[in-house]
């Protein structure tokens, strides 16, 4: 069973940096797809960032340029280093596991989340 764990969210004022790590148990994340997703209250859940098995890596346009996702093997972490943030990207973030590379989100396995809040 794959167990997720997010950690690294905090309050920033706008411009700061936070890197948001997932610990994943049960799942080896360089075997399969690995997605950063975000949720502020009264909004939809928006993709903000994917890795494939493969290196490949995408970016929501909200977010390329500030936003970097990779991922610690010897750790078997998932990380997402935020810089330049702005008010806008408050939310809750969520790490997502797509073993398979399905692309198909009810196959996804999900974090608990981790809160990001930036002041302006």
């Known amino acids: 069973q794959v167990q997720l764990v997010e950690s690294g969210g905090g309050s920033v004022q706008a411009g700061g940096s936070l890197r948001l790590s997932c610990a994943a148990r049960?799942?080896?994340?360089?075997?399969?797809?690995m997605r950063w997703f975000r949720q502020a209250p009264e909004k939809e859940r928006e993709g903000v960032a994917r890795?494939?098995?493969?290196?490949?890596?995408a970016y929501a346009d909200s977010v390329k340029g500030r936003f970097t996702i990779s991922r610690d093997n010897a750790k078997n972490t998932l990380l997402l280093q935020m810089n330049n943030l702005k008010p806008e990207d408050t939310a809750r973030y969520y790490c997502?596991?797509?073993?398979?590379?399905?692309?198909?989100?009810?196959?996804?396995?999900w974090g608990q989340g981790t809160q990001v809040t930036v002041s302006s």
């Open positions: 997502a596991a797509d073993p398979p590379c399905s692309g198909f989100l009810s196959q996804f396995a």
């Open positions: 049960g799942f080896t994340i360089s075997d399969g797809c």
């Open positions: 890795l494939s098995r493969w290196g490949d890596t």
